[in-house]
């Protein structure tokens, strides 16, 4: 189920079973898991963990752990937060998939934002200035090309993911180590208040729940598990960006790193990558070409969106006099269009940044 | 044979014969290297092209072509310039392996120096303050390891390369696009001198002759040619170490690329060569580990020849020479066989088209 934040209804008991197992131990994840994905209820999952016979039966009951899940949902609402479990047509079918799933997630922000196609942008925590740019564009990129940016909200490159995307006029999600309604790190407090405009702050841990660093490896399985691919922007040879791409790689995830500088060591991890097999990625088309992703019509500018969107408006002008196959020059598409220069050009250009022309050799223009 | 330079011997006609091949047009380098290995004397190629049909015998006959070669010699003579022919023991036995080898080269400094096992390092000429630390880097551990490095003399990369080589004590090789007489750029007059020092200058163009665009591409495939790896350190999309390491495609070689920035497309070149399988180096190691160096020189594991022979029959030394699971480069071949370049290579075709032995990567063969 979805919670609808501060109005929510009162917790069902599945919801409440859903809750209490995300709060057994992080290990027994796979096995939950494994459990829910072949239908068992919660309640009897849960009761399969306490009657597990290593289990300490002193120190945990069930009416302990639904009462600590009924408080969550409690602070849960007091903070706003969305609630979205398992079972809700809102938990992202590629975080479903994943081996460990989470039985829930709190969200600050928009559920929604959770199902969209997304690409993980994830590095050094002391991004160089390089990273940051180059994290930034791509984000932009795919942002404005209707990706979902999915990354850490850590300093360096997850916070310049999450701003390229947000200055795009994109979707973006941070994955927190901490509860959502936690401020980690703290100087970003800004940052978290765009993001749940443009997206959403998630956990897997109960509102409330500190950041701690055992907590930092286990949310890289969600970044990875909420996208199609993860891109590795610098990472040195101990980054801790390599776990979400060793996640990714458990998950069945494309793995893809960005190439810098090879005299300063900042890119060994991400360059070790690329010898292992994953892809070197230079530009958003990169990484568009290789998880074979169509640019989705309509998703970036409202020009395009009305121009294409529908499939009952006309097509767009200038889409129409570049027919598919036929690379057309700047004189050939105003004749066709009757529009100036001056009113092509941006209109070309938003065209191309909507990944639906490109350009060719000759100032020409293709349909794709 | 190999000229030693001021104080040579009378060239034999058999010198001259070659020299006068090399006069003949590029576009006929490989029916000329074919018929040379194949065991054909220059003499004879040289009249099967003088009796091509299309050629305008008014314009060039023995005669002519003699003539130039004697200048050529007598003018190398004056230079202090060696003469390595196709025949000879410097003649290193990588390039005598291309498709279309020079049937003579060139030397100002060392001929000895042309048969060092060798990585070439190419790139922009307009190289970044980056790219000219990272080939000057890699050029030095390389050749502090032993390895010749070979390159162009251009600006930017080239040079770096050179110097590279030359700080660390190592050897370096530079291959011109005019005659290795012809100072080119005019600016590395300096950086020529102590390359002559430290290895040598040499072209397959006789001495005398003056840089051309059309010479550039073609001595690419030299400095392929003469390497069991091209590195390519800050390729642009249209650099023309591109060619390079095309030629080395070509010529079996490998081709190895070092990342960099993505966004000023300076590397985009290069990340191309490593979407498409080239290796991604950042170290001097990376290039060893991917030659299979070191290899101690002249090992030859006796047990296992005899072993997999009938015990009868004197094995084919060539074989003998390569034991199984151990891809060895021509150098180790003619040095285990005691053979010459120009018996050494029909053998190996032989030997390769009767399924044999294959070659492998970095200009190596192995058993089957």
Chains 1, 2 share one sequence.
Request: proline letters at 8%; charged letters at 20%; one cysteine or more.
């Amino acid at each position: 189920m979805s919670l609808p934040g501060p109005a929510s209804h009162p917790a069902t008991p599945y919801v409440l079973d859903l809750i209490a197992l995300s709060l057994t131990p992080f290990a027994w994840r796979r096995t939950l898991g494994e459990r829910l994905r072949a239908g068992e209820s919660p309640r009897s999952v849960l009761d399969r963990w306490l009657s597990h016979p290593r289990l300490n039966k002193d120190s945990v009951d069930r009416r302990t752990l639904v009462t600590r899940a009924s408080s969550a949902v409690a602070r849960a609402a007091e903070r706003g937060l969305h609630l979205v479990t398992w079972d809700a047509a809102s938990y992202p079918v590629s975080l479903a998939a994943i081996a460990d799933p989470p039985p829930a997630l709190w969200v600050r922000g928009d559920p929604g934002s959770l199902t969209s196609r997304a690409v993980a942008i994830v590095g050094s925590r002391a991004g160089s200035p390089y990273a940051v740019a180059v994290a930034e564009r791509l984000a932009g990129d795919l942002a404005s090309r209707g990706i979902l940016i999915v990354s850490g909200l850590a300093r360096g490159v997850d916070s310049a993911a999450h701003r390229g995307a947000i200055a795009a006029g994109g979707q973006t999600v941070a994955v927190m180590g901490c509860g959502a309604d936690v401020m980690y790190p703290a100087e970003h407090r800004d940052l978290a208040g765009e993001i749940e405009r443009a997206g959403a702050i998630i956990s897997e841990l109960v509102p409330g729940t500190p950041p701690h660093k055992l907590f930092f490896p286990l949310r890289n399985r969600i970044i990875s598990g909420l996208s199609r691919a993860v891109l590795i922007v610098e990472a040195g040879e101990k980054s801790g960006s390599l776990i979400t791409a060793r996640c990714a790689l458990d998950q069945g995830r494309e793995v893809l790193a960005v190439p810098g500088n090879v005299l300063a060591g900042r890119n060994r991890g991400g360059h070790a990558l690329i010898k292992d097999g994953a892809k070197i990625v230079e530009t958003a088309d990169d990484i568009l070409e290789e998880l074979g992703l169509p640019c989705p019509p309509g998703t970036m500018s409202t020009a395009s969106t009305t121009s294409t969107h529908s499939p009952n408006a006309p097509e767009d002008p200038v889409l129409a006099g570049l027919p598919a196959g036929e690379p057309c020059d700047l004189d050939v598409i105003a004749e066709r269009t009757g529009l100036t220069t001056a009113r092509l050009l941006p209109r070309l250009l938003e065209l191309e940044l909507a990944g639906l022309i490109r350009r060719v050799g000759g100032g020409r223009f293709t349909r794709i």
